[in-house]
């Protein structure tokens, strides 16, 4: 169906040439003057057009008049995660490429005799664990025309240049990593490469309860925890050890909070940690709340700790490492060798799969 074009082509033309005559020169250059900036009419909206642009600049782009952007010094990592747990855990110096330690499992009573009696000898039981080291890495690159033109910037910044930074951000990203390590490491995964963390040894060695189905987390059970622990699920108070740690997700640490007012209607009794941090307490035992515990309803984990028959075993600590120069860049890495030990899982207990 014909329809008429005329304003179309029209309001196509003014936005380039505005009002100028039809079959106006507007281009090249006489001898004397160029015409493009000669001719009034079109030196007027040509102004026009540039002042249209310079003003409708978006904010955080540089201006056509020469505004610069004036970035914030500093640079906020919004991926960061506190690792409470890495130094709560003791760090131990280990050499080799296993960590290696004794249990006594069996230990022989003492015994009453009568006097002049004969003396036998009681035989003590130990056995001999081993974890073996795990390495970790985190490698990164700078490219010389990047690092050459952030300079200024990064220095501003107080990073002196963007390699520092990203030094930085490698170290850190090693350090979370050893946290989730600390408490996950291959449980949710079967990655060989990964130590096993807290969660997976209790899982594999100590006291678990399947709360799928279960219903909602109690004091009751909170307690109950504690006593596993205490008495290595034996029914009467040995073999086992007071936990003096209960870590969890944020979600389930709220929960646990909620249900000393649902009970007592008082609040939960609570612990300041020295990085100041606030935690509910139960029996003594406090409630550690961690960005690295599975968050998700139906998959919370709840386990009862002691952090004295915990280790982080480390063979390297952490170390900075320049790679081969192959092209224009900057490669490096940062590693540390370890594994994390948990001597006395039968003393701990694990809720998993909360709601």
Not at 52 to 74: E, F, Q
Not at 141 to 158: H, I, N, Q, W, Y
Not at 203 to 231: F, H, Q, V, W
Request: proline share 3%; aromatic share 10%; with cysteine.
């Amino acid at each position: 169906m014909w329809t008429n074009s005329a304003p179309i082509v029209e309001k196509s033309y003014a936005k380039s040439f505005g009002g100028l005559a039809d079959g106006t020169v507007y281009s090249g250059y006489n001898g004397s003057f160029s015409y493009r900036y000669e001719v009034p009419e079109l030196k007027k909206h040509i102004v026009d057009i540039q002042k249209a642009a310079i003003n409708d600049r978006a904010a955080g782009t540089a201006s056509l008049v020469g505004i610069p952007i004036y970035l914030d010094k500093s640079i906020l990592d919004t991926t960061a995660r506190e690792t409470p747990l890495r130094n709560i855990v003791p760090r131990v110096t280990n050499k080799g490429r296993s960590a290696d330690y004794d249990r006594m499992t069996v230990k022989a009573a003492a015994d009453w005799k009568a006097e002049d009696a004969a003396l036998v000898e009681a035989a003590d039981t130990y056995t001999t664990h081993n974890k073996a080291i795990k390495y970790l890495y985190a490698v990164g690159r700078v490219t010389g025309p990047l690092f050459a033109a952030s300079k200024d910037r990064m220095a501003e910044a107080g990073f002196g240049d963007f390699l520092n930074l990203e030094v930085r951000n490698k170290t850190q990203a090693l350090i979370e990593e050893e946290e989730n390590a600390l408490i996950n490491g291959n449980m949710e995964t079967t990655d060989s490469d990964a130590p096993a963390g807290i969660l997976k040894d209790i899982y594999d060695n100590g006291n678990k309860t399947d709360k799928t189905s279960a219903a909602p987390l109690t004091i009751a059970d909170l307690e109950e925890m504690i006593r596993i622990c205490r008495t290595a699920n034996d029914s009467a108070t040995k073999n086992g050890a007071m936990p003096n740690l209960f870590i969890t997700d944020f979600a389930t640490e709220n929960k646990i909070k909620g249900l000393y007012y649902d009970a007592y209607r008082i609040n939960a009794p609570t612990q300041t940690w020295g990085w100041g941090a606030t935690s509910a307490v139960v029996d003594g035992v406090p409630v550690l709340g961690s960005r690295f515990m599975t968050a998700s309803s139906g998959e919370r984990n709840l386990a009862a700790i002691n952090t004295n028959f915990i280790e982080t075993r480390v063979l390297q600590d952490i170390t900075y490492e320049e790679l081969a120069k192959t092209n224009d860049s900057d490669k490096f890495m940062v590693k540390e060798y370890l594994t994390v030990i948990n001597k006395f899982p039968e003393a701990m207990n694990l809720f998993y799969d909360l709601a």
